[in-house]
């Protein structure tokens, strides 16, 4: 077996997130108002710094096996192209997680727009693959296909935190986002239906684009701990005693943090830089 591994002179870090939280809400996610947390406050950031930079793939990108597509073949046949892993023309790394951690205070949280939240389903494939969510908000999940899905919500320990059944096109569920760290989406109709919810509790973080590009801004001076993560690439099919496939499992996730001195008024550039094996 052929892990990826990232390239970095930083520590290499694997979370956990091992709280037992269950929520699921039919409410409407409201945008304009602030995640509730305890611990971060909301302070008038003068001269604040920035930390901008790329997650990057070094070398040839590697081949992905595609998903096997075991139900409703006339809708979801353009999601057998695996999506755990997409690289730009310029070899950025799209979808990867970049944020600050043990923020104590700071700038306050964008008004988020609900689109920003959410995670439709279409053809068989949830869209955006990863997104970030304050804790305290709420994820929105749509069903845009016209058939029956259901979306599996799961921590890093694979405990369900939720699991709703959207039978018809047009279906909308929520769910309050309580833990940093990643949260696993799947669906157990479409076993090869796979996303991450990202938990952030400051609102120093970015996912990246097509480009890799990333940019945290009006930080308070200070000294730093800037966290990469990114989904695990290699899928491992389960299978029942039938040989009937009923999900994929993934490697573990890469991650790495730096230390970063934010000075007042100016800019850090940072690159991530992963280099891959050429299968997976």
Not at 11 to 39: F, M, W, Y
Not at 115 to 121: G, S, Y
Not at 211 to 231: A, K, S, V
Not at 250 to 256: G, I, K, L, V, Y
Request: glycine content about 8%; overall charge negative.
């Amino acid at each position: 077996m052929r892990l990826f591994f990232i390239v970095l002179s930083v520590l290499i870090l694997v979370s956990c997130s091992n709280e037992d939280v269950r929520q699921e809400t039919s409410g409407h996610a409201d945008s304009s108002s602030q995640p509730k947390l305890s611990s971060y406050q909301v302070i008038d950031v003068e001269r604040g710094g920035t930390i901008q930079g790329q997650v990057i793939l070094e070398g040839k990108k590697p081949t992905l096996p595609g998903f096997e597509i075991t139900v409703n073949e006339d809708i979801c046949a353009g999601a057998a192209d695996n999506n755990r892993l997409k690289v730009g023309p310029d070899g950025g790394v799209a979808w990867a997680v970049v944020r600050l951690v043990n923020v104590e205070q700071g700038k306050a949280f964008p008004q988020l727009d609900p689109d920003a939240l959410t995670v439709d389903q279409v053809g068989c494939r949830y869209t955006p693959h990863v997104i970030a969510v304050p804790v305290g908000s709420n994820a929105i999940f749509l069903n845009s296909d016209p058939t029956a899905h259901n979306v599996r919500v799961e921590d890093t320990t694979e405990k369900i935190l939720m699991n709703v059944a959207q039978p018809k096109q047009g279906d909308r569920n929520e769910f309050v986002i309580e833990q940093v760290g990643p949260h696993s989406i799947g669906c157990d109709y479409h076993p090869w239906m796979n996303a991450s919810i990202f938990g952030v509790d400051n609102p120093y973080y970015a996912v990246t684009g097509p480009d890799g590009m990333f940019t945290l801004e009006n930080i308070p001076p200070g000294d730093y701990e800037l966290r990469l993560w990114l989904n695990g690439l290699k899928a491992i099919p389960q299978r029942d005693n039938r040989g009937v496939l009923v999900r994929y499992r993934f490697d573990a996730p890469h991650e790495a943090t730096r230390n970063v001195l934010v000075k007042e008024g100016e800019t850090v550039d940072e690159v991530f830089s992963i280099r891959a094996d050429s299968e997976v």
